[in-house]
């Protein structure tokens, strides 16, 4: 049984590939006339699990694993930056994090809201990088865990294996 045909499913699905970044299912909202929507979240292993606030309205952070973000740190830099008279500022070398939904009607008639978590970044070198030490995450498993038997995650060949 495909558990990613049923609207229920909340198992990691490897991320689609964008020019220069990845597109990551993050969360399935659930429409039922008369009844408020309900959230489940997608198992994923890259980014935090969106946290809802706000008291109007919903409203969801994206931002990555703890880990994620030591790793971005060490390779791009911090987040943010000072300019010459000391504003924070964006570093502009940090991928670009923002959410895409989209509408689907399942076989059996169950209407959801598709939310993806879309990674643009800015400098391809780091796009390569950030691949090839996150594979296993960005194919929807656990760090350590392989399903193609390559064991080193950071091997010259680990982002011609992403496409495959």
């Known amino acids: 049984m495909d558990t990613h045909s049923h609207a229920t499913a ?5 991320a689609q590939w964008l020019d220069c970044g ?10 039922a006339d008369g009844a408020p ?4 979240l997608i198992e994923q292993r890259l980014l935090r699990t969106p946290q809802r606030f706000g008291r109007h309205g919903l409203s969801f952070a994206n931002t990555f694993l703890p880990e994620v973000m030591a790793w971005l740190s060490d390779h791009l830099g911090r987040p943010s930056l000072h300019d010459d008279s000391r504003r924070p500022s964006r570093n502009p070398r ?7 939904s ?25 796009w390569v990088a950030f691949a090839e030490r996150w594979h ?15 064991d ?9 294996r992403l496409n495959q």
């Open 10 to 14: 909340i198992r990691a699905v490897p």
């Open 22 to 31: 990845f597109r990551l299912l993050v969360m399935r909202q659930y429409h």
């Open 37 to 40: 929507p309900a959230f489940a």
């Open 94 to 100: 940090w991928p670009v994090l923002r959410w895409q």
């Open 102 to 126: 989209e509408d689907r009607l399942w076989p059996d008639g169950m209407r959801t809201t598709e939310w993806f978590a879309e990674v643009d970044f800015r400098d391809a070198a780091a």
């Open 136 to 150: 296993d995450r960005l194919r929807g498993g656990i760090a350590g865990e392989r399903s193609d038997g390559v």
């Open 152 to 160: 080193d995650p950071s091997s010259p060949s680990a982002v011609a």
